[in-house]
């Protein structure tokens, strides 16, 4: 397409939006490039803007955008010149709407595959056409279409979006909105995307009279729009990790795109990524937004960038389970007979030596990137391994472990997690608020500092796992909080209490929230080998309803198994799954794999404090009296499929009260727990105690000799006496999280 042609074409647009042609072209060169191309088969349009005139600044837009362009990319076949993105004064009303209008609009086409994202802050905005009414809306990076009227904003009505994406020719479009529209008067650790509504202000008429002409037009599409959150008053927020900040939803989305072979449903997927919000500290729950009575289930939106069998052909286009066709492009001599079933990260560089290697690790669980070690190794389709030598935020640097007779790496190959290295010396961190006076920051260090294994940060300049702040209702009270801003159970302190005081109250929780964050750390779902299935499930009269469940996707050599599960239904879950009190449940694990494999349940239960599954074994000695159990080892035989705890009224699991969040952690390895028995038999457990789930009262030590038990009996490079070495052939970890109402 010529320049005058484009500029023609962009004309009409660029008046109804109130913006002149001028204004447009400061974009730069590379925006005509990309949006003068002709259609392809993937666009999208990401959006992010982190620095706004006159209101706090927001940290991680930037990065959600930089997360959806590589992932779209390299896990879903976009190319780059097809991915157009406007990041901080760029990103005013105007070149938003210009842009989604003409690079989507005018070159998408019936069957293409177009991804909207919003990174930024929402708000609500009063209309004179429905005055008793507020309206949802995105802030653009220019606030005022006037400088001069504070009382005139420029806007995009969430409903302007919708319409614009409706418009589009084609049904396979999505639009992930990691923005909210409501901002507490209060406000505790990450930084929220949402701005006080106001009903004094008013819309700019360029908006308003452009909603009215998408009006006047037919609608074909049905997007699908996946929302951070599901209830007015939820909050977006921001999270600080290891060198970067990024949004919470937009991390723990594109994480688990990376990592898994979607599921067939929406529903799944969120649950996926509620479970890593919830880990992160927030409780936010993300939406799919849509009009319709009967929504779409699935995200045939997105398809797959599938591997092909050796030699076999890569220009082959389908749609995957979430829907974004895509054809590979890599060489087929690169390939291995199995195909690759999601990645940790990507081959982003290649250093003139040929060695030296830049990994993009956006695949990685989020919890588990700000301590991957040196010497971690990732493996690719080609079976050469990279080793782990350095890494800051999301990208690492690694070299190649080269294998006789191999080809080249390029850029743009997948990498998938073969052993993780975790440091023994892990810390609990807890960030001290910012609304606390010096004096009382000062005490607080102190105190900490008292307790080995914790470290204190001011909040939000380096990532923390809880949050020391007062009680907002009563300020002279101190509690500990998640980083989202929720008071952790038991935790507050009595009115009038000193800070040193309240500090040492904690020591209990302290230790138990520290193995609670070391057992999270052995997560692999996503990488693990081990043919594993794990399932929550309700226990009633007729038959066990699946709560939630779990599943091992490169345990199975093909996808064959995961899709059977899928068509069967064995993959079924709720966004927020919910568990009544005085339900009683059980977990039902399947082993698929080849070799017999032991088991460990730890949790914090909805009192916030620790739990765990014990296997009770009497001794075989009727003449002597009061014989203490002994704890025994759980095995899953090759093709087993087990219940925990054995249905029967003697070991039932009833979940009793309060109201809250529950946390559990299945871990499988095909060597004996051995270390971690021994440590839980220290424990002074009584008679009336001795229950499938009891307490967990030395958790630490526990959660210690459990990740010795996974600790690979070798030496790499002389990491083994200061690390943690796990084998994604040998352990598999689930994360299990629900509600108890």
Known sequence: MKRRTFLHRIGSILAVLGITEAEWLILGNRYYQALAQPSPRKLALLIGINQYPKIPALSGCLTDVELQRELLIHRFGFQGSDILTLTEEQASRE??????????????????????????????????????????????????????????????????????????????????????????????????????????????????????????????????????????????????????????????????????????????????????????????????????????????????????????????????????????????????????????????????????????????????????????????????????????????KVQISKIEGANPLQVGQLVQEAVRVLPRNINLTIALDTGLERIERVDATSAFAAFPRISTVVAGEKPADYLFAKLQQTPSRYGLFSIGGELILNTAGEVGEAVKLAVQRLAPKLSTLLAAKLWRLTENQGSSRLALKASLEIISDISPRIVMQRETARGFKTETSMKKSVQMGLIASLPTPIVPIGSRIQYRVENQSDRPVYLILLGLNNNHTAIAFYSWETPQEPNIKDTKPLLKEIVIAPGETLTLPQTNGASEWVISGPAYFCEQQLIFSTTSFSTTLAALNTAKYSTPEQSPISPLLNSLDVTQALLQDLHLKTEMNSTAADSYILDVNNWASFSFSFQVV
Do not use: C
Not at 189 to 209: F, M, N, P, T, Y
Not at 288 to 305: G, I
Not at 314 to 321: Q, R, T
């Open 95 to 396: 070149f938003i709407e210009a842009a989604f209008w003409d690079h989507l609009g005018k070159q998408a086409k019936l069957g293409d595959v177009v991804v909207f994202h919003f990174s930024g802050y929402g708000s609500r905005v009063k209309l004179e056409t429905s005055p008793d009414a507020m309206q949802n809306a995105l802030v653009p990076a220019k606030l005022r279409k006037d400088p001069q009227n504070e009382k005139i904003v420029n806007y995009i009505l969430e409903e302007t979006l919708l319409r614009l994406l409706r418009s589009l020719p084609t049904d396979r479009v999505t639009a992930v909105l990691d923005t909210s529209y409501y901002a507490p008067s209060t406000l505790l650790g990450l930084k929220i995307r949402a701005l006080q509504e106001s009903v004094e202000v008013k819309l700019a008429a360029e908006e308003l009279d452009f909603l009215q002409q998408l009006k006047t037009q037919n609608l074909p599409s049905t997007p699908i729009v996946l929302a951070a959150t599901s209830e007015p008053k939820q909050s977006a927020r921001e999270g600080l990790f290891s060198g970067f900040s990024a949004g919470l939803f937009t991390y723990a989305l594109t994480q688990y795109l990376w990592e898994f072979t979607p599921a067939t449903t929406i529903k799944v997927a969120f649950s996926h990524v509620e479970n890593s919000l919830f880990k992160l500290g927030s409780k936010q729950q993300p939406a799919l937004l849509s009009s319709q009575k009967n929504p779409p289930r699935d995200l045939k939106n997105l398809s797959l960038k599938r591997r092909e069998a050796w030699n076999s052909p890569l220009s082959l286009m389908e749609k995957g389970p979430l829907g974004l066709g895509f054809a590979s492009s890599f060489p087929d001599t690169q390939l291995q007979p199995d195909e690759i079933i999601g990645a940790e990260g990507v081959v982003s560089a290649i250093e003139e030596d040929g060695k030296t290697v830049h990994l993009w690790l956006a695949g990685l669980p989020p919890q588990v990137l700000l301590y991957y070690g040196v010497n971690s190794r990732f493996t690719l389709a080609t079976t050469e391994e990279l080793v782990l030598r350095s890494r800051t935020g999301l990208t690492a």
